[in-house]
């Protein structure tokens, strides 16, 4: 095994329902990691919702939260995180996070995010940017193209969730990790 390599974070991006957290959580446990979420951390150090951040202060000042928050976690060692959607736009957010962490970018098909996404929208206080969507298939695949390079060219590895189980999607992070800590 690698010493180095064993320090190393799990991180996982790509857009809001592809299972960020849920694929987290359970890598977390399978390999004692602790797992954070962003979204989290900034609904906690600001005692607001991110609706209500984006309301009062705009997408620009959660932007700068987001990169400001990665300039604070990305030294910590042998955590998963799970990003917010938007952690691509800023390409420092990705140098930073590169330099601890092995991205993994969950790609899906704009069905699949949508089908994850729907059940718990409309009761949903942190995604402003789909809330109050005309047409939410639209909306998505809009962003998501408007993404998908960043999503692509950050990643070191891509992993397609459409039709797995999570607890797949996550066996298979976990082999590939596994993979280079026993070989780099
Ligand atoms: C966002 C995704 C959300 C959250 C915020 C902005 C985005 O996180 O960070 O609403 O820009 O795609 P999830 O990807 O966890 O939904």
Do not use: W
């Amino acid at each position: 095994m690698n010493e180095e390599f064993l320090k190393k974070n799990i991180v996982l991006i790509g857009m809001s329902g592809a299972g960020k957290s849920t694929v987290g959580k359970y890598i977390g446990q399978k390999l004692n990691m602790e797992f954070i979420d962003t979204d989290d951390m900034i609904i906690e150090s600001t005692g607001k919702t991110i609706d209500r951040i984006f309301e009062e202060h705009g997408e620009e000042f959660f932007r700068f939260l987001e990169s400001d928050l990665i300039k604070r976690i990305y030294l910590l060692e042998r955590k998963v995180i799970a990003t917010g959607g938007g952690i691509i736009l800023n390409s420092n957010n990705i140098q930073l996070l590169k330099e601890k962490g092995v991205l993994f970018f969950l790609s899906a098909k704009v069905d699949t995010l949508l089908k994850n996404l729907l059940s718990g929208l409309c009761t949903d206080d942190r995604r402003p940017l789909l809330k109050n969507a005309q047409n939410l298939h639209e909306t998505i695949r809009n962003l998501y193209i408007s993404r998908k390079n960043k999503y692509l060219s950050s990643a070191d590895y891509i992993i397609d969730v459409d039709e797995k189980p999570f607890n797949l999607v996550g066996d298979e992070i976990i082999s590939i990790f596994k993979s280079l800590s026993s070989c780099s």
